[in-house]
Structures are given as C-alpha cells and as structure tokens.
C-alpha cells in the first residue's frame, strides 16, 4: 500500500472512480464544467465519512474546540481585511497562439532555439496599395535551429490572427535560450507577461448589480472564524485556549483546474482556528516560554507553552489524524516552509504533503508530495486585521495574566511590555499604518497588556476535503489475485479504505436469492446492523462476483447467511453467519447476536 503508485496507476484510478460512481464530471451531460466535479452514492459516503471524523476528532472529543457553520456570502470588507480583495491573485499568462491560460508559476523552464519576429506584412498586397502590416512582435522556442519552418508556421499563424491573409514575416533573428518560461510548453508560442488575477468569485446581493452590491463567494472558511471569534468566544464561554472549527464549501477560479479533482473551483475546507496566548502572555503567567526539544508529538497542552509548541502540537495531531484514516506516515511529507516562502505575518507554516500518484519528483526520483494541509502560526495577525477594519475590539480579558503580572518584578514588567510593544508596532507599520500613529497605538496595546487585555494569536491547521479523499483513493486502490468460483487466480481491484472511513461497512449476501428462508435472514441481518453503520444488501449473481463487487468498493466486511445460518448442520451453528475481511479474504463464523459490537469496534 506504501509504494508509491504512477501515473498509469492515476489513469485507471479516475475511470474506477467513475465507473463506480465515487468521483466524476459534474454537468456530464453537457460536457462537463471545468474544475468541478459530483460525488456519487460512493463517493458521497467517502466524503461525508471525512468529514465526520474530523468532526468527531476537532469538535466533539475536545473540551477546547467549537464548531461554526458560517455563509459562504458574507460582508465584502472581510475579503479587504483579510488581504484578499487586493492579493489573492495568481500570475497568469495566456498562450499567444491558442490563447489558453496558464499559472506564470507553473510554467516548466525550456530551453532551446528561440525565432523572433518583429511583424508581417499582406504579401499579396495590390499593386500600388500601402500593404496592410502588424508590428507586433512575435517569438517561437524551437528545440533547435533546424526546426526554423514550425518557427515560421506559428508565427504565420499568429499573423494571420491579427487580420494579415497572407502575412510576410519581417526581421527573422534566432537566440539560443535556456531555462525560459516565456514560452508555452505545450506548443512552444510565445506567452504573454504575467498578470496578475485575483482568484475570487465575484457576485452580486440583491437585484441591482453595481459596485456596491458586489459579493464574493468565498474563498476560505478560516475569514468566517475571526469575523465571529468575539461572539463564539462569548456564548461557548471559552478561554484561550481554545479553536473554532468549520467544515464547509470555498470556491476559487483557478486558472488552471488539474488533476483530477486535486486543483478544483469548488471544494470543501475542514478549518481549525486555535487562538493561543501572545508569547508574553504566556511567560508572565508561567515565567518562561518552552520550546520544542525533541522531534515528535509534544504531549497533552501545558500552560508554559506558546505558539512554537503548539505549532508543533498541531502538525502531531494532524499527521495522526491521517494515520488514523489509513494513510501510512510513509506516504505523508512535512515539509516546513523556508522562511522566504513564508507569507509576511506567518511566524512557521507546514504543508502536510501526500505522494500523489502525480506528484512531481525529487532528484532521487521519489514522489516529492502534494498539499493536503497547511498548518499555520498566524500570529496576531487575522484578528489584529479585523479589528482595524471593523472598527471592533478582537482582544480577550485575561484574569491569570492580569494577577501573574501584579506579581512581575519591574524588569520583567519592563521586558514583556517592550517585547509586546515591538511586536504589534511591527504589524502595525506592516499594514500601512503611519509610523507615528503605529508607535502611539503599540504602547496603548502594550499598556493593555498589563492589565491582562490582548489579541490572541493563531494556529491554523487548514485542510482540503476533496483533497484527502483523492489521496485516501489513491492510497487504498490496489490490484491483486483472487481464485474465482472454480478456484483459477484472477485479477482484483481492491479499494483498500480503512475501515473507519470506507464508504459501506459491510454487505450482507444471502447464499442463494432464490431461497426465501435464507433471503429473510439476511434482510433481518441487514436490517439489525442498519442503524448503526452503512450496509448494503446484495443478492445478485455468483457469491465470487458479489465479493469482487464489494472488494472494489472498499467494502471491508462481508456477511453472508448460508444453510448453517438456518440450522441445516444442527444448532451449534445455527444463528451464525460467514464474516469475510477484505483484505486478508479470510472468513470466520460469528454469531448473529455478536455482529454489532463486533463490526463497530471495527469500524468506529
Ligand atoms: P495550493 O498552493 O495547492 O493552491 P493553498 O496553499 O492555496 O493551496 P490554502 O489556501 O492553504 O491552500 O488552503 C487550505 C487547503 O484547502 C489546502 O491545503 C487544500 O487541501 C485545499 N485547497 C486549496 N485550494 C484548493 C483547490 N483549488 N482545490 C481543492 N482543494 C483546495
């Protein structure tokens, strides 16, 4: 299951996914759209699997996390606030040829043999007209000289684009090029500069569309959190601290939807914002600051920490939570930003990285990853920006850190107010506040401080649903032999999901379908085990061919009530079915009565 898997592998994958229905087009009928795609029965019940268990694991077997169910519209000043109105954009750059849009970043540098033009002329002018002329340039990157005639073709071609029938190119000069992106890699035309293109989903509220009734769709859950942290913090009476987690839909007009539903415009996000202390906060109250010592998980949350160790905490528990779900640590990257990838107001981030099928390659040629999860130490910064554009107090009041800070020698009072004083002077002048104004309003805050008053900061663990479910596909899709009804080896597709998030639990089979005592037992079967877990009923065609259905579907368990069940071979087994593993294909007998507790533990 390790191993990593290519790119044939990734082709068979998709046409499992909509062969069977997890995974496919969305408006198939007409084509398709895309950058979007629907979940089947499959699919659906994989997804919403996920989700639970995230559920499950952030918000209900924790004291310290709750949950949020925002809009997707909300006011347009959270996207000013949040930075994205202005820098959620991608450089964009269109093929000059075929006009097909592409992300400036993810342009593959060439090398090669590049063809400059410096316009055309209508080689048929009439006699004695002005021919008609384009003094656009234009260049084409070849794989060398030789190849001169694609060269002039395309640059033809893109002449006669702009209006010349029978263009004549003019002032043909070559330049040996290395480790451009200037050029299209698919056809080798010359790209357009970069521009910028922000990402949102524009809209408008209500019947008038102008200016002020624009909206966007959103392109994050997090922006919802710290739009509402005063109001959950308030009602669920909770102190940092604590999170606020959400599940829902983001949307983004990525220019380049790809791979399979990995780059999508509309996805899902499970989002934890976990506000914690300011570091001097923390060493008022505890009297220093731990740091992370040693690799691994930092163990149960302790008063002295601050953002490192619970940065550290939640890279640990996301990566469990992986595991947990079937993903095996060797397939999982953590990969820690450099600081120049870092956004300005980010103190660390780690991507959680999955070898997908279609990663790319480091130089030793093993699968170097893809984002399915971005953990983030936010600073102060996301409250800090709403409480500057909404005109709203986003500070908490803290009773320890106002008595522990009574008890402070002057030194340290002096220490910590400065530390505190450089550190929101920084975000303020950061954020285009003038340096005068920055200053004054830092040592108000500093002051605040002291009496136990402050911006919490953030750890954001930000992950995409559509994501872990392509890489939970990818992780359980296996091939491997199975004896058929005659006991000859034949092929097998096995969806090897973990018990705890595969879409159905266990199919029931009754021996025979044309036997109603032996078809009763199983529906009675069925019907004992449907309240608690997915189940499917299946009846139809050899038991051989009904396994091989249910192994493709990642079916970890399967019941079947044969004669034995009925008591034919007296009562010992009577009231016992046949329960099958999917993986190790080994069958045990078990009593009826048993099968609930059984099954759950397994699959909870
Ligand atoms: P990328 O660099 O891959 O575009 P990102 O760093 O912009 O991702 P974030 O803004 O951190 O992503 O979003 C958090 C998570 O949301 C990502 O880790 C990913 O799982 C998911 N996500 C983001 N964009 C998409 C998308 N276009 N399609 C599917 N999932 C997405």
């Given at each position: 299951m390790v191993e990593p898997k290519t790119q044939d592998v990734m082709e068979r994958i998709v046409s499992l996914c909509k062969r069977r229905g997890l995974v496919f087009q969305s408006s198939e009928i007409y084509g398709g759209i895309n950058g979007?795609?629907?979940?089947?029965?499959?699919?659906?019940?994989?997804?919403?699997?996920?989700?639970?268990?995230?559920?499950?694991?952030?918000?209900?077997?924790?004291?310290?996390?709750?949950?949020?169910?925002?809009?997707?519209?909300?006011?347009?000043?959270?996207?000013?606030?949040?930075?994205?109105?202005?820098?959620?954009?991608?450089?964009?750059?269109?093929?000059?040829l075929t006009q097909k849009r592409y992300r400036a970043d993810q342009i593959e540098p060439q090398s090669g043999v590049a063809f400059h033009y410096a316009g055309a002329e209508e080689g048929a002018a009439a006699a004695g007209a002005k021919p008609k002329s384009s003094?656009?340039?234009?260049?084409?990157?070849?794989?060398?000289?030789?190849?001169?005639?694609?060269?002039?073709?395309?640059?033809?071609?893109?002449?006669?684009?702009?209006?010349?029938?029978?263009?004549?190119?003019?002032?043909?000069?070559?330049?040996?090029?290395?480790?451009?992106?200037?050029y299209n890699p698919e056809n080798g035309s010359l790209l357009t500069e970069p521009r910028l293109f922000n990402l949102m989903f524009k809209t408008y509220v209500g019947p008038v569309e102008s200016a002020?009734?624009?909206?966007?769709?959103?392109?994050?859950?997090?922006q919802a959190i710290f739009a509402q942290f005063k109001?959950?913090?308030?009602?669920?009476?909770?102190?940092?601290?604590?999170?606020?987690c959400q599940i829902g839909k983001a949307f983004r007009n990525e220019i380049n939807p790809r791979n399979f539903t990995f780059r999508s415009r509309e996805f899902e996000q499970m989002e934890l914002e976990f506000f914690i202390r300011p570091d001097?906060?923390?060493?008022?109250?505890?009297?220093?600051?731990?740091?992370?010592?040693?690799?691994?998980?930092?163990?149960?949350?302790?008063?002295?920490?601050?953002?490192?160790?619970?940065?550290?905490?939640?890279?640990?528990?996301?990566?469990?939570?992986?595991?947990?779900?079937?993903?095996?640590?060797a397939s999982l990257v953590e990969y820690w930003q450099k600081p120049e990838e870092l956004a300005h107001y980010a103190r660390a981030t780690v991507d959680i990285l999955y070898k997908f099928p279609f990663s790319k390659r480091n130089a030793k040629g093993e699968l170097?990853?893809?984002?399915?999860e971005g953990v983030a130490a936010r600073s102060d910064f996301d409250l800090s920006q709403h409480q500057r554009f909404s005109g709203k107090s986003m500070t908490v009041f803290d009773e320890e850190l106002k008595a522990a800070w009574a008890k402070l020698d002057e030194a340290k009072k002096a220490a910590l107010t400065q530390r505190y004083f450089e550190n929101r002077r920084a975000y303020l002048v950061k954020t285009s506040v003038p340096a005068e104004q920055?200053?004054?309003?830092?040592?108000?805050?500093?002051?605040?401080?002291a009496n136990g008053t402050y911006v919490p900061h953030v750890i954001e663990p930000s992950a995409g649903v559509d994501r872990l479910a392509l890489a939970l596909i990818c992780n359980a899709y296996t091939e491997d032999e199975a004896p058929d009804e005659k006991g000859k080896l034949e092929k097998r597709v096995v969806m090897r999901f973990s018990p705890r998030i595969a879409p159905v639990k266990v199919a029931i089979f009754p021996l025979l379908k044309n036997r109603p005592e032996l078809v009763a037992k199983a529906l009675q079967v069925r019907d004992l085990l449907r309240p608690l877990m997915t189940v499917f009923y299946d009846d139809g065609g050899a038991i051989g061919r009904r396994y091989r259905r249910q192994d493709e579907a990642g079916t970890p368990y399967g019941v079947t009530i044969d004669f034995d069940t009925l008591g034919e071979q007296g009562e010992a087994l009577k009231d016992t079915v046949t329960l099958r593993d999917r993986d190790t294909m080994k069958q045990t007998r078990v009593k009826i009565s048993e099968l609930p507790a059984l099954l759950l533990e397994k699959v909870r």
């Open positions: 979007f795609w629907d979940y089947g029965p499959l699919g659906a019940e994989l997804k919403r699997n996920v989700k639970d268990y995230w559920w499950r694991v952030m918000a209900r077997l924790r004291d310290d996390v709750v949950g949020l169910e925002a809009t997707i519209i909300m006011h347009p000043k959270i996207w000013e606030a949040s930075g994205h109105t202005t820098t959620f954009a991608d450089p964009m750059v269109d093929c000059l003094s656009e340039p234009y260049s084409f990157l070849t794989p060398d000289a030789k190849h001169v005639e694609r060269a002039r073709q395309a640059a033809k071609t893109f002449y006669k684009q702009r209006g010349l029938a029978d263009p004549r190119l003019l002032g043909e000069r070559s330049e040996t090029v290395e480790n451009s992106t200037r002020e009734n624009v909206a966007y769709l959103r392109p994050e859950t997090a109001t959950v913090a308030e009602v669920s009476r909770q102190r940092v601290p604590f999170g606020i001097e906060a923390v060493e008022a109250i505890a009297g220093s600051v731990a740091r992370p010592e040693k690799p691994g998980h930092p163990g149960a949350p302790q008063p002295n920490w601050g953002w490192e160790m619970w940065h550290k905490y939640w890279v640990e528990e996301r990566l469990a939570f992986y595991e947990q779900i079937g993903l095996p640590r170097a990853g893809e984002e399915l920055a200053e004054r309003q830092a040592h108000v805050e500093a002051a605040a401080l």
